[in-house]
């Protein structure tokens, strides 16, 4: 939000549960903020959360622009803060900040905790500084292809997911880390498991503490038992609170009709592995030869498998493959031949049929 008054940008951010202001007219605003207000008032003995104004995500000034109203979206709170006049001839004097309930959490208790935890970043053990939200915002992707690499954490090493090659120390092999790109959670999440790209982890619970390595630089120093308390209530948010995209209800065009029979067929076998029935997937891991390592990234391993990636709401959650090296759904069937399925004797106008039906799913 841009305040004209005193050439300012006031910045909400979700995973610290602050409002900042920054110079507007500075080459870099976020060098050197000129106001932070704190707007969480976080607490708990056994995780760490806000317990008034969580994940400030939407910011709203007065006619004269001296208050701010912040809508908190993991606690339905509206705070209301005073800000600073930046004004040499009037110090400005921090106070409390009030809040208004707006409504009960829209979820289940063990869900809404799991709420807070998803959108911030304050709780350590959870997210060390990278809340959930970050890359999977509002449970959907950020089109981001990461570097799962091993790095020299204190204590010894681990693996992180990093932007770039670069952030790796020098002296971890191998280098540059295996591209993973971020997948979808909402409408994806209700089998029991396995999860993860290589379907390493057992059920959605383990994925998440998992994670809870991945995210961060350093250990986090919590034991088992607090660990899977955080996993159990984020599981039960993702399931219960992230709300899938709208799909319009319609008949199928003739052209997605024909990529429907294409997609059932014994010919393309697409349904074999992406069955409909269970989130158009069978949840097992299947070699997938062919890939060429991506400029940047490491290497994968010899025969290293890959779980069959759900494909509802496919049609938004470009790049494709594992990799991302897939642009379009365009692509990445007229590249796959017989890699997944059997497309290699499709024509062009098989092939744009089969990728509008995708688009329905």
């Not at 912040?70 to 400005?92: G, M, N, Q, W, Y």
């Not at 191998?174 to 994806?188: E, F, I, K």
């Not at 059932?264 to 299947?286: I, K, L, W």
């Not at 890959?306 to 790049?319: D, E, I």
Request: proline share 7%.
């Amino acid at each position: 939000m841009y305040r004209k008054s005193t050439r300012t940008l006031l910045v909400a951010s979700e995973g610290t549960d602050t409002l900042v202001e920054l110079d507007a007219l500075a080459v870099d605003p976020a060098l050197r903020p000129l106001r932070t207000y704190d707007l969480g008032r976080h607490a708990g003995p056994d995780i760490y959360v806000a317990t008034l104004c969580g994940a400030p995500s939407g910011v709203a000034l007065s006619a004269d622009e001296s208050m701010a109203w912040v809508f908190c979206r993991s606690t339905d709170a509206l705070a209301i803060v005073r800000l600073d006049e930046h004004r040499d001839d009037a110090p400005f004097e921090p106070s409390p900040v009030p809040y208004i309930a707006l409504a009960d959490a829209p979820v289940p208790r063990q869900a809404a905790l799991g709420r807070k935890l998803f959108y911030n970043a304050v709780d350590w053990g959870t997210s060390g500084g990278l809340g959930c939200a970050g890359c999977h915002p509002d449970g959907r992707d950020d089109g981001h292809v990461w570097h799962e690499a091993h790095v020299m954490d204190i204590g010894g090493e681990s693996v992180n997911f990093l932007g770039s090659a670069e952030n790796q120390p020098v002296d971890v092999e191998p280098r540059g880390g295996v591209p993973r790109q971020t997948p979808m959670l909402a409408g994806r999440v209700s089998a029991e498991g396995p999860y993860g790209w290589n379907a390493q982890s057992e059920n959605l619970a383990e994925r998440l503490r998992e994670g809870f390595g991945l995210h961060r630089w350093g250990p986090g120093g919590l034991g088992n038992g607090e660990l899977a308390l955080r996993a159990r209530h984020l599981a039960a948010f993702l399931r219960a609170g992230l709300v899938p995209p709208p799909r319009e209800a319609r008949k199928l065009t003739p052209q997605e009709e024909h990529g429907r029979a294409l997609f059932m067929s014994d010919t393309a076998q697409c349904a074999r592995c992406h069955v409909p029935e269970t989130e158009h997937t069978d949840r097992m891991g299947y070699p997938m030869p062919g890939f060429a390592a991506r400029p940047g990234f490491a290497e994968e391993k010899a025969g290293q498998v890959f779980k069959t990636p759900s494909l509802r709401f496919v049609g938004g959650t470009a790049p494709y493959y594992h990799d991302g090296s897939a642009k379009t759904l365009e692509e990445l069937i007229d590249t796959n031949q017989d890699r997944m399925g059997r497309t290699s004797h499709m024509s062009r106008n098989d092939k744009a049929a089969l990728a509008a039906f995708l688009r329905m799913l």
